[in-house]
């Protein structure tokens, strides 16, 4: 694939990290399974300590507004090797946990006690983040070249800063000016990319944004936004019309930004 140039007047370049710095199976076969066999050894141990108490606070509003919108909820079957008050209250948030990530729901009560769980993971070593071999040494070039790098991932921040904090190259949070979520607004809504202009403090032809999902690509680009589309093993296929549309990039070493100060 050939080099992409970025526009002359780009200030900050925006990087997802699902698919984009970061192999997809990173999250599906690292992440997510980690959580589904610790969940309930990682409540019992915690249960009593203050952020797990408000993790467990979050999720029981988010299953009570589930239930006032009328959302599916888990059953919760009758178990016999359950007997405390405890015990029971635990299975209940496992349950829930367990349905809500079958669902692929993306509500901050979930993401926000999972990213606890990584911690934990991540801090004793048991888990590493993983970025592509290009990612770190081009996010350094850029840097050197005068742009800024932000983060936005529909993981939260907490849970960004502990993939980049204990990557597989070491403590690179130095490297990022910033980072966004869903708190700012859902990366499929145009609205999210011109709240994060405005936070960084330049306009959104001054962005540009690199993801591997065409369907963040579109609401990037309609707020304004220049959009590189990433390319990487396991990635969903795009179509012959988004191939031909987009910027296609297999590297970030093929970003050019030469041109910057
Ligand atoms: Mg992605």
Redesign the pocket.
């Known amino acids: 694939m050939a080099t992409v140039s970025i526009p002359a007047n780009t200030s900050a370049l925006l990087l997802?990290?699902?698919?984009?710095t970061t192999p997809i199976t990173f999250v599906k076969d690292i992440l997510f399974p980690y959580i589904k066999e610790h969940l309930e050894d990682y409540l019992s141990t915690h249960w009593e300590e203050d952020e797990c108490k408000q993790d467990v606070h979050l999720l029981k509003k988010q299953i009570e507004e589930d239930m006032r919108q009328n959302r599916a909820c888990p059953v919760h079957a009758l178990d016999q090797t359950v007997h405390t008050d405890e015990e029971k209250a635990i299975r209940e948030v496992v349950d829930n946990v367990l349905w809500q990530m079958a669902a692929d729901r993306k509500s901050t009560a979930l993401k926000q006690f999972q990213g606890h769980m990584w911690r934990t993971a991540y801090a004793s070593g048991r888990i590493k983040g993983q970025v592509y071999q290009d990612v770190i040494p081009s996010i350094r070039r850029w840097r050197a070249q005068g742009l800024k790098v932000y983060i936005y991932s529909s993981g939260s921040v907490e849970a960004q800063k502990l993939l980049f904090g204990y990557s597989v190259e070491g403590d690179v949070l130095d490297l990022f000016d910033g980072h966004f979520d869903t708190n700012i607004g859902a990366k499929v809504e145009s609205k999210s990319y011109e709240n994060i202009a405005e936070r960084i403090g330049c306009r959104a032809e001054e962005i540009t944004f690199l993801?591997?999902?065409t369907r963040?690509a579109k609401a990037a680009e309609d707020a304004g936004v220049n959009v590189v589309v990433v390319v990487r093993p396991g990635n969903l296929e795009l179509t012959d019309e988004e191939r031909a549309h987009y910027n296609l990039i297999t590297s970030f070493n093929q970003l050019e930004v030469m041109g910057h100060a």
């Open positions: 997802d990290i699902e698919g984009t993801t591997d999902v963040e």
